[in-house]
């Protein structure tokens, strides 16, 4: 029996609405690791006054991409530049169908000359990998899915351990007898603990100093117990992962935007290339902001704020339609403070609203309208604290500026997507993204 596509899911739905509106749909969370170690609240609080722990090896979807024609796929289906892109350095890939919108992003790290690995959610590595079989480029191309889709449920190839947060320098300096090389934002040293050898990635968390280890899995529960020893008696936290899914709403990454791939005419033998139950067939949408066109969740790269990362020095997939869209009017990433009173009265919990996690596509109104949709909204300590990652037209974007947030569930097909369905509002107030202050000024730096 054929495995079904994607495009016979949207068939046999009626259309991309229909296969993926899914109201109350419950929000993703990474798998295998415990949900909560010490409590959500806690190990937030690690990352930012103390050193956390957090286990990636799981949730990640990985593709090697090796072969002479490696760098030329991806230069010429990623907005990136690829001419300054050293070996052991990694960048968020930003590949775009070819009407500029963003397919996913991805991180691609640079393992050789012709080798690299692009992790991450897979539409990114889908995407690669179809047109490179497609056109007939010289790669070969190996895999691990997550350990939600791993055949027979075996172990990763690779661990992913991140030490975060004020103190993580401190224990990284105990596991290893001293600080490590210094080292650039986003590009790896080797490192080596009692014969084992893996690496080192600068980078953060919530505008947090710190470092992810990447290396085999063989390694993984000696470097793991390593980390554990040296950061126990500085308080160090495992963080669980409900905690997981919250640094991207103050650190200004919207996880999983809609793919800009499900009606293009061009892109029908992709669709029909794509397995119906991978990310695209998938994952959900759902919310107060409903409607009947897929094209209307679809985001450009610029909204995203990757435009720094377009490089227009060479030739690529949408690169004439990013161009024309460089200077359109376009939505702008902003964070949504939510009202504490109007979390406690509509969310409920009484003075504890508790954890708030949804990716829903929320309306965000001012008395002009319909103004713009959440992204991600989480809780994030203290008590009571909520914020959004969202997308608003231009003219709202002003730090300050007052907004409602429609919160409740449109039923999705068969309802008018205006309908006033009584849904209650939830004040709001628009600060920058990233949120975080270190994130958004000098996170990057050096």
Same mark, same amino acid.
């Given at each position: 029996m054929a495995i079904p596509s994607l495009q016979d899911g949207i068939d046999k739905a009626g259309s991309p609405i229909g296969l993926l509106w899914q109201p109350n749909a419950e929000p993703w969370t990474p798998e295998v690791v415990e949900r909560e170690y010490v409590g959500w609240r806690q190990e937030q609080a690690a990352w930012h006054g103390g050193v956390a722990l957090l286990n990636l090896s799981h949730h990640m979807y990985d593709l090697w991409i090796e072969g002479p024609d490696a760098t030329r796929v991806l230069a010429e289906y990623g907005a990136n530049n690829f001419e300054k892109f050293a070996i052991g350095q990694a960048k968020q890939y930003v590949p775009v169908t070819r009407d500029g919108k963003i397919v996913t992003d991805g991180i691609l790290a640079r393992r050789a000359e012709n080798k690299y690995l692009l992790s991450g959610v897979p539409a990114a590595q889908h995407w690669v990998q179809f047109h490179a079989d497609k056109g007939g480029y010289d790669v070969a191309f190996e895999t691990d899915t997550s350990s939600a889709f791993r055949p027979g449920g075996g172990d990763p190839k690779l661990f992913r351990y991140q030490i975060q947060g004020p103190l993580a320098l401190e224990v990284i300096g105990k596991v290893f007898g001293g600080p490590l090389p210094e080292t650039k934002f986003f590009h790896s040293t080797p490192v080596t603990l009692a014969g084992r050898s893996f690496e080192a990635l600068r980078h953060g968390m919530a505008g947090q100093a710190g470092y992810e280890f990447i290396g085999p899995w063989e390694h993984a529960a000696y470097v793991h117990e390593a980390f554990l020893k040296a950061g126990e008696p500085l308080g160090l936290v495992q963080v669980g992962a409900l905690a997981y899914t919250t640094p991207s709403v103050e650190s200004g990454w919207i996880p999983s935007p809609v793919p800009g791939i499900y009606v293009d005419p061009e892109l029908a033998e992709y669709r029909a290339w794509l397995p119906l139950f991978g990310?695209? %067939?998938?994952?959900?949408?759902?919310?107060?902001?409903?409607?009947?066109?897929? =094209?209307?969740?679809?985001?450009?790269?610029?909204?995203?704020? @990757?435009?720094?990362? !377009?490089? #227009?020095?060479?030739?690529?997939?949408?690169?004439?339609?990013?161009?024309?869209?460089?200077?359109? +009017?376009?939505? /702008?990433?902003?964070?949504?403070?939510?009202? =504490?009173?109007?979390?406690?009265?509509?969310?409920?919990?009484?003075?504890?609203?508790? #954890?708030?996690?949804? @990716?829903?596509?929320?309306?965000?109104?001012?008395? =002009? %309208?319909?103004?713009?949709? /959440?992204? *991600?909204?989480?809780?994030?300590?203290?008590?009571?604290?909520?914020?959004? *990652?969202?997308? !608003?037209?231009?003219?709202?974007?002003?730090?300050?500026?007052?907004?409602?947030?429609?919160?409740?569930?449109?039923?999705? +097909?068969?309802? $008018?997507?205006?309908? $006033?369905?009584?849904? +209650?509002?939830?004040?709001?107030?628009? *600060? +920058?993204?990233? #949120?975080?202050?270190?994130?958004?000024?000098?996170?990057?730096r050096g």
């Open positions: 990310i695209e %067939g998938k994952r959900p949408l759902n919310g107060s902001y409903f409607s009947e066109d897929i =094209a209307d969740y679809y985001v450009s790269p610029y909204e995203l704020g @990757y435009g720094k990362l !377009i490089h #227009f020095g060479h030739d690529f997939h949408g690169r004439d339609a990013l161009l024309k869209a460089k200077d359109e +009017p376009r939505r /702008t990433k902003v964070t949504l403070v939510f009202d =504490a009173d109007d979390v406690r009265r509509v969310v409920g919990g009484g003075e504890d609203p508790g #954890f708030v996690l949804t @990716y829903a596509r929320h309306r965000v109104e001012t008395s =002009a %309208g319909l103004v713009g949709t /959440t992204m *991600q909204t989480a809780s994030i300590d203290p008590v009571g604290t909520v914020l959004a *990652q969202t997308l !608003i037209d231009s003219a709202h974007a002003e730090p300050g500026t007052e907004v409602s947030v429609v919160w409740g569930e449109h039923p999705g +097909p068969g309802t $008018d997507s205006g309908a $006033d369905l009584g849904f +209650p509002r939830i004040r709001a107030t628009v *600060q +920058p993204s990233p #949120f975080d202050r270190h994130a958004r000024t000098e996170y990057r």
